[in-house]
């Protein structure tokens, strides 16, 4: 009886890239200037196809077009340190569905939107195309 000779995969499947955690985001960069119309809505439309971060598991880049759309209340979002604060996820480990979780908190906590959507549609990778949304809505505007 013939033995089996074990398949050694290639070395490639076992590299792993190292990867920042989620407290390398520089949250502290991002800054506002007051919105002079408070009293009249605006829907401000952001986007780049320049995000990345990386996958937890593998190191290996994940790249995607974000999309930021928000309603504001009294501040409005300084676009250089928003591109700053972006451009800090380049080497952090984190989850698709995460990063866009985490980039609605943060931003919402720098301005305070009456409404705000984040929505991250990632480059294929595997095959697989992922596209995450998020949406907030503040109380004030709920009623």
């Known amino acids: 009886m013939k ?3 074990s398949k050694k995969l290639p070395q490639a499947l076992d590299r792993r890239y190292d990867t920042q955690t989620p407290d390398a985001i520089d949250v502290k960069v ?3 200037f007051p ?5 009249r809505d605006i829907v401000i439309d952001i ?8 996958c937890p598991w593998s190191g290996l880049p994940d790249f995607a077009r974000i999309e930021i759309h928000y309603i504001p209340d009294k501040l409005c979002i300084e676009l250089r340190s928003l591109k700053y604060y972006l451009m800090s996820y380049r080497n952090v480990g984190i989850y698709q569905e995460h990063a866009v979780n985490r980039i609605l908190e943060d931003l919402v906590k720098c301005c305070k939107p009456k409404w705000m959507s984040v929505t991250a549609d990632y480059t294929i ?6 596209v995450t949304s998020v949406e907030y809505r503040s109380k004030k505007s709920r009623n």
Request: aromatic share 12%; net charge negative.
């Open 3 to 5: 033995q089996k000779k």
């Open 30 to 32: 991002l800054d506002t």
């Open 35 to 39: 919105y002079e119309y408070p009293g």
């Open 47 to 54: 986007d780049t196809d320049e995000f990345t971060a990386v």
């Open 125 to 130: 990778r595997g095959g697989i195309h992922t």
